[in-house]
């Protein structure tokens, strides 16, 4: 059973960092693509970041030089390190894996405000 569990969420003001984690089980995390959306209240979900089971990563220009992912194949766990944030960077950021796309996890809430 395909678990993606997200953590790290919170209220931050404009300027400050996050970090993310997602907590897989259920797949084989060690050879699955994986990523980061964003969904902010009456958007659509946005592909923020992508990692390659061989580390190779890829950014939405809204955050490229501001967000960095990262994963830990011995902890099945991907990471979201957010810098230099922006109210406009305030959504339910979900983790997905390559290989059970049809599956999304609860997702965690970012809010950037003063």
């Known amino acids: 059973q395909v678990q993606l569990v997200e953590s790290g969420g919170g209220l931050v003001q404009p300027g400050g960092s996050l970090r993310l984690s997602c907590a897989a089980s259920?797949?084989?995390?060690?050879?699955?693509?994986m990523d980061w959306y964003r969904q902010a209240p009456g958007k659509q979900r946005e592909l923020v970041a992508v990692?390659?089971?061989?580390?190779?990563?890829n950014y939405a220009d809204s955050v490229k030089g501001r967000f960095t992912i990262s994963r830990d194949n011995v902890k099945n766990t991907l990471y979201l390190q957010m810098n230099s944030l922006k109210p406009e960077d305030t959504a339910v950021y979900y983790c997905?894996?390559?290989?059970?796309?049809?599956?999304w996890g609860q997702g965690t809430q970012v809010t950037v405000s003063s």
């Open positions: 259920g797949i084989m995390f060690r050879i699955s693509t």
């Open positions: 997905h894996s390559r290989l059970a796309a049809d599956y």
């Open positions: 990692i390659t089971s061989g580390g190779s990563t």
